[in-house]
């Protein structure tokens, strides 16, 4: 899984669930904002869940590793009726049709956050804001070239007694 593949299904979801009226962009991006309402995405932290495992060597000596991992993406709306836009993004997280679409980028909703209020004065007006978590999972693969093992030569001693050195195929 890929940080490109997250990014646009986040932006789709928000794109859909709107239709437009609401413009989703990531956070830190170098532009000005947007006509309001829109929303800030941000990939906020990735953890492990668990250890790795070792899922399959193939005949080249490709080993796939895997394991599931977890991301928080912080998610901030601003504008008219901030609260309000967000709670409706809460709420579409448990519409099949979203948690499909979801799926089909192999990403699991795991958990949603409160909605909070975070209206807080710009310069001289107040400009209406409201924030939340959600918790996605997913797998993550990596490949390893482990090489492959021909031959094995072996010699020593068993016993006091010398082993001619031999070859074994593998």
Known sequence: MNTS???SSLFNWLNTEFGGGLTPIFARQNSP?????YATIQLQSLSMMG??????????????IGGQRKMTIDLNIYGPDALGLMHQAQSS?????????????EI????????KDLTALLET?????AQMDVFIGFANNIND???????VDLSG????????????AV
């Open 93 to 105: 997280l448990s519409k099949q049709s979203v948690l499909d679409a979801f799926y089909e980028s």
């Open 51 to 64: 250890q790795d495992e070792l899922r399959s060597i193939d005949d080249s000596g490709i080993a796939t």
């Open 125 to 129: 007006n107040w400009e209406e804001r």
């Open 108 to 115: 699991a909703i795991w958990n949603v956050g409160d909605a």
């Open 5 to 7: 593949t997250i990014k």
């Open 157 to 168: 001693q068993i016993n006091n007694t010398t082993i001619a050195p031999f070859e074994i």
């Open 145 to 151: 070239d482990l090489g492959i093992i021909e031959k």
């Open 33 to 37: 904002r947007p006509q309001k309402p």
